[in-house]
Each structure stands twice: as C-alpha cells, then as structure tokens.
C-alpha cells in the first residue's frame, strides 16, 4: 500500500513530500487513517542525522493520532472508526522481563516508530508524518479525549508521557514540591501533569517573558533560572526535579536545590553531554541523577486516560506539511507555543 508522507533523504536536505510503503494487515495488526502528528525535537535531530544513526528516506514522526481503518482477523482490543494513538513504540520482544513489566520501552528489542530495523520496506520504520500506519495492536492506544480536542492530544503520545512517567514513577502529588526546568513542549506538558497530580509545582525558565505564561500552565511558581538569588531561595527544598532541556548545561544549579534523597531525572535529549556534576552534590544529601525514557504501553495508556479526566491536552500550533522545514527553524529558537502538530490532511495539498 503506497501512502503520501513527508521525509529526508539526507541529514543536509530539508523534508519534502514523498510516497511511502505501508505493509498489509497481519492478523494483529490494526491499520490507522493518521489525523495528526505532532513534531518532536527528537524529529529534527534524527532528520538532520545528528544522532549519527539515521537511516535515510527518514520519515519521522511519533505522536500520532488517527481513526482506524481496518483491524486483522485476530485484533479484538480496537474497531474501525474507533479514536487511537501510537507513540514512539511499534514493536518490542514481547518475552523479557521489561515487556512483561509493560515496560516496553526498556525493552532491548524495541522498536520505534521511525529509524528503527523492521522486515517492511524499506528495512527500517518510517513514521507519522504520513497518511496511514500498520501497527501491532498490542502498541495501540485508545484516545478518550473529544474528537474536537484530537490535535492538541497528539503530543500526549511522546510529550506527555515523557514527563508522566517520572512524575508517576516518584509519586509526584500531595505535600511533594516538585521542579519542571524548561517551559517547551515536554515542559509545559510536565507543569500541567504535576499541578493535576496535586504537588507543588515550580517552574524554571531562562526566559523573563514566560513567567505569566508558566503561572498559566499551573505552575506554583516561577523561577528564573539565570538568577543566583532566586535559585538560592529555594535550596534543598525539592522532592523531585524533572529536567526536559535538550542542551547542555550545568546541572549542579539544580541538584543543591535537592532535599536529601531527592532526584533530578533527565528527560531532555541533548545533541552532546551535559558537563560532568560535582560528585559532591550528590554525596552530601545521598540525592541522585536519574533518567527516564518516555513509558510503556499500560502506563502511556494510563496517561491518556489521565488527561481526559483532568481535561489535559498539548498547547498546539497546527502547521500544514509544507511547513515542516520552517516549523524546524522555529522550534530551535523556542518559537512555538508548545508544539507544532501537522494536519495530516495537508499531505496530499
């Protein structure tokens, strides 16, 4: 089956529209009309090739949401016409002790939902920014959200679990005092989770201009990151920072803002590593560094289910395809609001 879909053919050339294979529906398969992609950072540094592990034509794209259009023989967990998502996952072993966790995500076998070895043509996945995708159902997630909000609910499915899954994982809620650095598309989506979980959120930013804008997401407070003085106002207060930067920087600021046995879980993906912390910083407090890697399927799908009881969606901008390139371009200078997600309708204009 030849689809339309937007893609590199080289880490130097921009994205344009391409055609696309998707394989025929297995047994488990379920096959998805894409509505809309979201666009990650992720998206931009595997289409430049600055991972150093880019296959090419690269079509990316993992935030998806669609309707389905066919189901295999086998699949009784979705129907057409039904509202799902898929997110960064298409396939895993399914046997480990990760997959039987739901943890798929840890799974050394997984696969992602572009750049990723697969048997389909051409020998690695291809993603959202296209017009169908086949998936194993055992990685499709049902959208309860209203069909109206659908856009704005695509970046759930990398974004928003991002940041839930540690805010889950170290019990973010009530009485805990909890820190989101950055305000992009995976931190506004942290500040808006961790105000719904009940904990007290601060947000930190380098940018002035986004104090108001922070306070409307749900943040408690507002720091700016590039003052001493107002760092230091809150040292050894916080249960739990999450860090969503994708660019180096000193991390050491934020740790002595760490309780003893506090944590500060990296979620950003930066294009090089972060400078070395003083070990001090840790040793002193017994605090620690940790990361974490979007979810696994039951807990993505908790996620979902999460945000549609608290109303919680993504701040979009919906772009055409056409403007992938410029959208590119926009969000490296944080120009967005908090993330761009393309009208898969635009595929064929």
Not at 14 to 38: F, K, N, S, W
Not at 335 to 349: E, M, P, W
């Amino acid at each position: 089956m030849t689809v339309k879909a937007y893609g590199a053919h080289g880490g130097d050339q921009p994205l344009e529209a391409m055609d696309i294979t998707r394989r025929a529906v297995g047994a488990h398969d379920v096959q998805i009309d894409i509505a809309y992609c979201g666009v990650c950072h992720s998206d931009l540094h595997q289409a430049r090739g600055e991972w150093g592990n880019t296959q090419y034509p690269c079509v990316p794209g993992h935030e998806i949401v669609g309707r389905v259009a066919a189901v295999g023989a086998h699949v009784s967990s979705v129907r057409p016409g039904d509202l799902v998502g898929v997110g960064c996952i298409v396939d895993s072993c399914k046997q480990c002790e990760d997959c039987d966790a739901g943890l798929e995500n840890y799974c050394d076998g997984m696969i992602g939902t572009y750049n990723f070895p697969t048997a389909d043509e051409p020998g690695w996945t291809l993603g959202g920014y296209s017009q169908q995708v086949v998936v194993h159902e055992r990685y499709v997630l049902r959208v309860s959200h209203p069909e109206a909000q659908l856009a704005a609910v695509a970046p759930l499915l990398c974004a928003g679990i991002t940041t839930y899954s540690p805010l889950r994982h170290y019990n973010a809620g009530p009485g805990k005092k909890v820190g989101i650095v950055g305000i992009g598309g995976l931190g506004h989506m942290g500040i808006k989770l961790a105000h719904a979980m009940g904990a007290h959120v601060v947000a930190f930013t380098t940018s002035e201009s986004k104090r108001e804008a922070a306070r409307d997401l749900g943040a408690d407070e507002v720091v700016l990151s590039s003052s001493a003085e107002e760092m230091a106002a809150h040292a050894k207060t916080f249960d739990l920072i999450i860090n969503t930067v994708a660019a180096p920087h000193d991390l050491d600021a934020f740790l002595t803002l760490l309780k003893r046995d506090g944590n500060l879980t990296l979620v950003g993906a930066p294009a090089s590593p972060h400078p070395s912390p003083a070990v001090f910083n840790l040793i002193f407090k017994r605090r620690a560094i940790a990361g974490s890697m979007i979810g696994g399927i039951p807990e993505t799908q908790e996620m979902l289910d999460f945000c549609a009881r608290h109303g919680i969606v993504s701040d979009i901008e919906l772009i055409k395809a056409s403007e992938i390139n410029e959208s590119y371009e926009r969000m490296l200078k944080g120009d967005v609001k908090y993330r761009f997600v393309i009208d898969s309708a635009t595929l064929t204009a």
